[in-house]
T-cell receptor
């Protein structure tokens, strides 16, 4: 059972365009939602994260939109650049034993053409 | 400041053998988590250690185990290797153990033949 559904699996955009990746979850115990960026041969790196008490968070060209009632959240990358080409993972985390444990989406491979 | 380091980076083992992977967290970080990444199952949580204690464990068989030392370095062990254990094993550390900001290492690529 896939607890966090991520789409699309792959995405191709032109330089300067907007990249949008969507995630949905079922478990209402999730209350921390980070996004990770992973380049080939590297481990994932935290990009941006949001708590469910806010509907949007922006950091530079990256924005998370969060819809608590729909149990959906999305990553928007504005003015996409070739250097943004990577795999992006959403995660939904729940608190356990004092730590947030993530459940990851399957990932989106983003290619930004120059 | 040095990042999370994992050794070895690549490993080839035979079915039935056991393997030990090592992780050195960022200096000052007290929590270490381990993840398995495969094309089929994606990124999955294995376990988390904080101050030498396992606080959380993912849904993996008992063949997967780990430990954390007093200097926060961690090891994970997989016994009786199966072909399906072939994966990238990632270690992540965080300073305060809340899981808010985790820093991942480059991973160990394990191939089981």
């Amino acid at each position: 059972q896939q607890q966090v559904k991520q789409s699309p699996q792959s995405l191709i955009v032109q330089k300067g365009g907007i990249s949008i990746i969507n995630c949905a979850y079922e478990n209402t115990a999730f209350d921390y939602f980070p996004w990770y960026q992973q380049f080939p041969g590297k481990g994932p790196a935290l990009l941006i994260a949001i708590r469910p008490d806010v509907s949007e968070k922006k950091e530079g060209r990256f924005t998370i939109s969060f819809n608590k009632s729909a149990k959906q959240f999305s990553l928007h990358i504005m003015d996409s650049q070739p250097g943004d080409s990577a795999t992006y993972f959403c995660a939904a985390s729940s608190l356990s034993g004092g730590s947030y444990i993530p459940t990851f989406g399957r990932g989106t491979s983003l290619i930004v053409h120059p | 400041k040095a990042g999370v380091t994992q050794t070895p980076r690549y490993l080839i083992k035979t079915r039935g053998q056991q393997v030990t992977l090592s992780c050195s967290p960022i200096s000052g970080h007290r929590s270490v988590s381990w993840y398995q990444q495969t094309p089929g199952q994606g990124l999955q949580f294995l376990f988390e250690y904080f101050s030498e204690t396992q606080r959380n464990k993912g849904n993996f068989p008992g063949r997967f185990s780990g430990r954390q030392f007093s200097n926060s370095r961690s090891e994970m062990n997989v016994s009786t290797l199966e072909l399906g254990d072939s994966a990238l094993y990632l270690c992540a550390s965080s300073r305060d153990g809340t899981g808010y900001e985790q820093y991942f290492g480059p991973g160990t690529r394990l191939t089981v033949t």
